[in-house]
């Protein structure tokens, strides 16, 4: 299983982004996924998830309104769109996957998921 993280760059405050994760070596649409960020010293943090029919999705509250993540099952991908942008939401963002049998599974703790993308650098400046 892979997961490639991409999109990540330098935007101005206010702007948007959209990061994309393209997953290869399993069927998709059998994985929950999941958006995290990390800044240096600091734990990585939960940021969005999303169940592996698209229809359920969960937001940290610092992110709610401003992001949106979504799947194409077809393309096996799950994207971060990014508006709105903050300084603050400056950090390595990592997508994450783990098998589920049931439509109803989504998760927002780091521990549930067992496959990691490398990390794409997202930098706000004001």
């Known amino acids: 299983v892979q997961l490639q993280a991409s999109g990540g760059g330098l935007v101005q405050a206010g702007g948007s982004l959209r990061v994309s994760c393209a997953a290869s070596?399993?069927?998709?649409?059998?994985?929950?996924t999941g958006w995290f960020r990390q800044t240096p010293g600091k734990e990585r943090n939960f940021v969005a998830a999303i169940n592996r029919n698209g229809i359920h999705t969960l937001y940290a509250g610092s992110v709610k309104g401003r992001f949106t993540i979504s799947r194409d099952n077809a393309k096996n991908t799950v994207y971060l769109q990014m508006n709105s942008l903050k300084p603050e939401d400056t950090a390595v963002y990592y997508c994450a996957a783990r098998r589920v049998r049931y439509n109803s599974e989504i998760f927002t703790s780091e521990q549930e998921y067992n496959y990691w993308g490398q990390g794409t650098q997202v930098t706000v400046s004001s």
């Open positions: 070596g399993l069927t998709f649409s059998n994985y929950a």
